[in-house]
């Protein structure tokens, strides 16, 4: 057992969570209901995808750098990747959104 | 046979399908906004994908990529996360409009 995936994806989500600060970003009660939608379908199909891809040897895990959790052919930490990254891209879309409309403020 | 290519190109024209006609949100392309989000994304993507990759997280099997590394992930991973990152976008948009 080794936190070496589990400590780099909370790095990711607590850098997500700064970013959010920084750029005070928050979710109105729609967006956060979208938020749990978004990455829950995320999860599903892209666990999906990399269940499959695992089955077809496209690639593999380094097991000796995980917690050990397996759900079938995933690791538990590939499966909360899946939700913490995309939550980032989703931070950093209205991040951009936000530049945008200063921008267009701006004008 | 090349599977993990042939699998990102399907994925890419299903996150189109989803993004121009089933769910019409219509977001990816070259607006600024998504050029920014895409290109700061691919980012970071580029440097933990291969610092992982290093350090032995995962391995991928060059009998089924284009054999195109960068500078260690295949070209065919760089296009995953874009394909996950855009399908979460599209999503999100859906589900959070008015």
Do not use: C
Not at chain 1, 66 to 90: D, K, R, S, T, Y
Request: aromatic letters at 20%.
């Amino acid at each position: 057992m080794n936190f070496m995936y589990a400590g780099y994806l909370l790095v990711a989500l607590l850098g997500t969570l700064a970013f959010m600060r920084v750029f005070h970003i928050s979710f109105s009660p729609r967006e956060k209901r979208a938020v749990i939608f978004s990455l829950a379908a995320t999860v599903i199909v892209f666990v999906s995808w990399d269940s499959w891809a695992v089955s077809r040897n496209h690639w593999w895990f380094g097991l000796e750098n995980m917690l050990g959790i397996m759900l079938g052919n995933q690791p538990l930490e590939e499966i909360v990747f899946f939700a913490v990254i995309p939550f980032f891209g989703i931070v950093l879309w209205k991040i951009s959104n936000k530049m945008h409309s200063l921008r267009v403020k701006i004008k | 046979m090349m599977e993990y290519t042939i699998s990102t190109i399907i994925g890419f024209v299903i996150v189109l399908f989803l993004d121009r006609i089933l769910l019409r949100t219509k977001i990816i392309g070259f607006s600024p906004r998504m050029v920014y989000t895409t290109v700061v994304f691919i980012v970071f993507q580029l440097f933990f994908d291969n610092y992982f990759t290093q350090q032995g997280l995962w391995s991928f099997n060059s009998a089924e990529t284009l054999g195109v590394l960068v500078p260690f992930v295949p070209i065919e991973n760089i296009f995953f996360g874009i394909e996950m990152l855009w399908f979460a976008l599209i999503l999100f948009s859906f589900f959070s409009r008015e």
